[in-house]
Each structure stands twice: as structure tokens, then as C-alpha cells.
């Protein structure tokens, strides 16, 4: 078993910036991809950004590159979200997720992942 659990949440301003962190515990996740979702009432949970643990390899939604970066710490276990110029369709749950992928593809959709956090809201204001 992973357990994942979010912080770092909160209210911020437009053009603001928040840092959302996931300590990881459990199982070793060596092979692992691990990624962050979030989930707007309009459109469900939407994949935001991946890292491979092992290569740091990354991907990033359309709606977040050049704003927001994703990275992992081995040495505590935590992955980080680092989300700048914020607007208000950030707005979300924010949630940290991990599975195994076959050559360390990460899914895109939120049912290829099998370990989940309890969340953590993120709320930006105009």
C-alpha cells in the first residue's frame, strides 16, 4: 500500500502562487509515476502534471505549462506542485496520485491510478 497525503492548500489572489506538497509513505515506490489531479464541478478531475520517481521525467496539462512545476524530493519521499500566476479556473481540489505504468508512461486519466491523497483545495480569487 501507498499513502499519499496533500498539504499546502488555501485562498489566493489571480497572478498569485501557492506550493502544494504530497508526502509519500508505504510501499517502496521505485517504479512509480506520480501525479497531481484536480477536480472542478464542470469538467471532473483533470490531470495536471506527472513525474516519473526514478527519472523525474515530466509532463504537464496544456492549461498549466510555463506556470506551474512539478517535482520530486527522494530524500523526504514528497512531490511537489509549484503553481505561479494563478487565475481563478485553477480553482479546484487538488489531488496527489501514484501507480506503476508499463516503459513509465503516466495515464492521463484519473482511473489508471490506484493510490490517491484525500485532497487539498485550492481556491483563486479575481
Known amino acids: 500500500q501507498v499513502q499519499l497525503i496533500e498539504s499546502g492548500g488555501g485562498l489566493v489572489q489571480a497572478g498569485g502562487s501557492l506550493r502544494l506538497s504530497c508526502v509519500v509513505s508505504?510501499?517502496?515506490?521505485?517504479?512509480?509515476?506520480m501525479a497531481w489531479f484536480r477536480q472542478v464541478p464542470e469538467t471532473g478531475r483533470e490531470l495536471v502534471a506527472t513525474?516519473?520517481?526514478?527519472?523525474?521525467?515530466?509532463s504537464y496539462a496544456d492549461s498549466v505549462k510555463g506556470r506551474f512545476t512539478i517535482a520530486r524530493d527522494h530524500t523526504k519521499n514528497l512531490v511537489y506542485l509549484r503553481m505561479d500566476n494563478l487565475i481563478p479556473e485553477d480553482t479546484g481540489i487538488y489531488y496527489c496520485?501514484?501507480?506503476?505504468?508499463?516503459?513509465?508512461?503516466?495515464?492521463?486519466?484519473?482511473?489508471?491510478?490506484?493510490?490517491w491523497g484525500q485532497g487539498t483545495q485550492v481556491t483563486v480569487s479575481s
Open positions: 496520485a501514484a501507480d506503476q505504468f508499463i516503459g513509465g508512461i503516466p495515464g492521463r486519466n484519473s482511473d489508471e491510478y490506484k493510490y
Open positions: 508505504g510501499r517502496a515506490i521505485n517504479s512509480y509515476v
Open positions: 513525474v516519473n520517481w526514478v527519472t523525474a521525467e515530466k
